[in-house]
């Protein structure tokens, strides 16, 4: 490890109790060789670094780690804690820690040399070591290399690397092609006269210091104890180099385990695939190298680049109902831009133009360049053509979610079909798990290897087309566009008591998760009500109310780190101010670091100040027709002023019930006071819209 990791660096000692506590040790450490610049800031980047998935692995290790600002060159500290500290494994606590810091412009040497602990950490004789050396000196040596694990271990043999196979596979391809006589591969890896099984992977992760090599190095050993040619594509923060062609196309099946989109996906179209997580790497690669077996052998392969973990509804053995949330997840968030878009540029022709804007002529046939109206009915008919999108993107995106690129084609006819027949957001949920699912049933079908390559593009998308479309038109569309206009009229007929329950139900939603799924349903079902040219004076209540609600977590938060500081860290002091501003721009994200770091606290208590907002607002009779934007639409709000007090009062509400439950808790023994520095910040706000990992 160079000089990453000194005696300084070492604590064979460690008394954490906790996750925090451990990296603030150590973190502690590295400040005091002049490698962290910043201790509280540092420990914010690990703490966001840790809420992106937890970094405790089977076998009793833990490796908290980041790439951050305040880290001046790529460090490496190790503790080992008696009592175990828990870090989020499934086999229990952590008794080996390692925090590794690295430079936000880290070099490929750096950290290249930091994948090989990563590397190293697989073997079990290393971790044996470190378990039974005596001082800091030994324990750092052993880390950096300097010294071999203790007398009667063996060195794991080396891990093999896309360059030690290309010639090989080459080789084996080039002799399979001119001997004529040579027995076809079974696969069967029975170690006979066949070739072996020949499998590709890759693995990744948002950081890409630790779990990318962890799981290459896992999957690399699993390989070799079943008889298979394994060869790994690590895609890490050095870069990566890009298996030979000839390797990939030898390859009988291919497994992802990756937490990042990979890169250059398509060169791995085709072939049978397992897409999983990177610590479904790390913890059970043999699983995932006998799943993809069985379906190379059921003949399953891939029509084209396989979707991420999140697109595709997550790892084997996820439920159903988890799948489906992410299913229909990718849809919304995928539709949303196109709301926001198209929402604010009709409420924008209505503010200038004014409401019979919506009968203006077509701009292609009267538009007048100094006339404001027309730039008014330009706004509002650019508005509707977006908004037309909306169904379509959603069936669409939730056929992609489930079934990839092959399910964007059925997906966005059938939305557009649901359009078409008044079947509206109902119909278009429903045509785009119809798509998916037709999707995926055509690609389970065994077809010859001579066809295989214009399935994607032919086959798949008129076979999945026709059925959907026959499926929206004939059999269900109708009954769904009855639900969906029983349920448009039944809104429209809402008052008093009914109304208001509406809005305080909705308004828990849109605080409980925070941008979450709950969240986005809500926000969903009131940007459907709006989404056509003439809303009912009902469905814009309810957008009022939904976007009230939604501001009130971030600006509470913002409120309590304003009067009562002291309850809070200097880190969520910080996020208090940007908070302000996220809030008052409706992105209830910005209260997502007080929630990650208090949920207790925080989520109940904006859940309360959310829903008295929904009631007021409903009360109030308050309408927008701007699905987004916070206080900058205030202009465009029925009854502003009402509607501005609906959510003062949420804010005040959420804000005090934050500092009365904050105020009560009783310090830890042997911790600190509420607020102290000590406290781990949680990491940054999101915003609403999807972004890579």
Request: glycine share 12%.
């Amino acid at each position: 490890m160079s000089e990453m990791i000194t005696a300084d660096l070492v604590d064979l000692d460690l008394s954490a109790d906790t996750k925090e506590a451990a990296a603030r040790a150590l973190a502690e450490r590295m400040v005091a060789q002049g490698r962290v610049t910043d201790l509280d800031g540092f420990l914010a980047d690990v703490a966001a670094r840790e809420a992106q998935m937890p970094t405790g692995l089977d076998g009793g290790i833990g490796i908290p780690h980041c790439r951050s600002a305040y880290v001046t060159e790529p460090s490496l500290a190790f503790g080992r804690s008696a009592e175990g500290v828990d870090f989020g494994a499934p086999d229990g606590p952590a008794d080996l820690i390692f925090l590794i810091a690295a430079p936000a412009g880290a070099d490929d040497a750096h950290l290249t040399i930091l994948s090989s602990l990563a590397r190293q950490l697989m073997n079990a004789e290393f971790t044996s070591a470190l378990r039974s050396v005596g001082d800091a000196e030994s324990a750092a040596a052993l880390i950096r290399g300097d010294e071999a694990p203790a007398a009667g271990t063996s060195e794991a043999p080396a891990a093999r690397t896309s360059e030690d196979s290309v010639a090989a596979s080459a080789a084996a391809s080039a002799d399979a092609a001119t001997d004529s006589t040579a027995p076809a591969p079974d696969g069967d890896g029975d170690g006979g006269s066949d070739s072996p099984f020949r499998i590709v992977a890759v693995t990744s992760c948002p950081t890409g210091i630790a779990h990318t090599y962890m799981a290459a190095e896992s999957l690399e050993n699993a390989g070799r104890e079943a008889g298979v040619d394994l060869v790994v594509e690590t895609q890490g923060s050095a870069g990566f180099t890009r298996l030979d062609p000839a390797v990939i196309a030898a390859a009988d099946a291919v497994i992802f385990a990756h937490d990042v989109p990979v890169r250059d996906k398509d060169r791995f179209a085709g072939k049978p695939t397992v897409d999983v997580g990177v610590k479904a790497g790390i913890n059970r690669p043999a699983e995932l190298i006998s799943e993809v077996r069985g379906k190379a052998e059921r003949g399953e392969v891939t029509g084209g680049a396989t979707p991420t973990p999140v697109e595709r509804g997550g790892e084997a053995g996820e439920g159903y109902g988890s799948m489906l949330r992410k299913w229909l997840m990718s849809g919304v968030s995928y539709m949303v831009p196109f709301v926001a878009a198209g929402g604010l540029l009709i409420a924008l022709g209505f503010a200038i133009g004014g409401y019979e804007i919506k009968s203006a002529p077509s701009v292609m046939q009267h538009f007048v360049w100094t006339q404001t109206d027309s730039w008014a009915a330009l706004m509002f008919q650019i508005g509707g053509v977006a908004f037309g999108f909306l169904v379509p993107v959603l069936a669409g995106y939730i056929a992609y979610g489930m079934a990839d690129r092959p399910g964007l084609v059925p997906g966005f006819v059938g939305g557009m079909i649901a359009s078409t027949i008044n079947a509206g957001f109902l119909g278009g949920l429903a045509a785009g798990l119809i798509a998916g699912g037709v999707v995926l049933a055509i690609q389970k079908v065994k077809i010859p290897k001579a066809v295989r390559g214009i399935m994607p593009v032919v086959v798949i998308p008129l076979i999945s087309t026709a059925i959907v479309g026959f499926l929206m038109f004939v059999v269900i569309g109708k009954p769904i566009a009855s639900a969906q206009k029983g349920m448009t009229d039944w809104l429209n007929g809402l008052s008093g008591s009914n109304a208001i329950l509406l809005g305080a139900l909705l308004g828990l939603m849109m605080c409980f998760d925070l941008g979450g799924p709950v969240n986005k349903v809500a926000y969903t079902f009131a940007t459907a009500g709006i989404a056509v040219s003439n809303p009912s004076d009902s469905a814009m209540k309810i957008m009022a109310a939904v976007m009230a609600a939604g501001m009130v977590p971030p600006l509470a938060m913002a409120l309590a780190t304003t009067v009562r500081g002291r309850l809070f860290t200097e880190t969520e002091r910080e996020n208090g101010k940007a908070a302000w501003v996220l809030g008052a721009s409706f992105i209830s994200e910005g209260a997502i670091p007080f929630a990650a770091a208090d949920p207790l606290r925080v989520i109940p208590s904006s859940m309360v100040g959310g829903a008295i907002t929904g009631a007021l607002s409903m009360s109030f009779g308050a309408t927008l027709r701007a699905p987004h934007g916070g206080i900058f639409v205030v202009p465009l709000i029925g009854n502003p002023f009402l509607y501005l007090i609906a959510i003062a009062v949420g804010m005040c509400v959420t804000a005090a019930l934050v500092v009365v439950l904050k105020g009560m808790r009783k310090p830890v023994a042997g911790g600190t006071a509420p607020g102290a520095p000590e406290d781990i910040a949680a990491p940054a706000a999101d915003t609403k819209q999807p972004v890579a990992a």
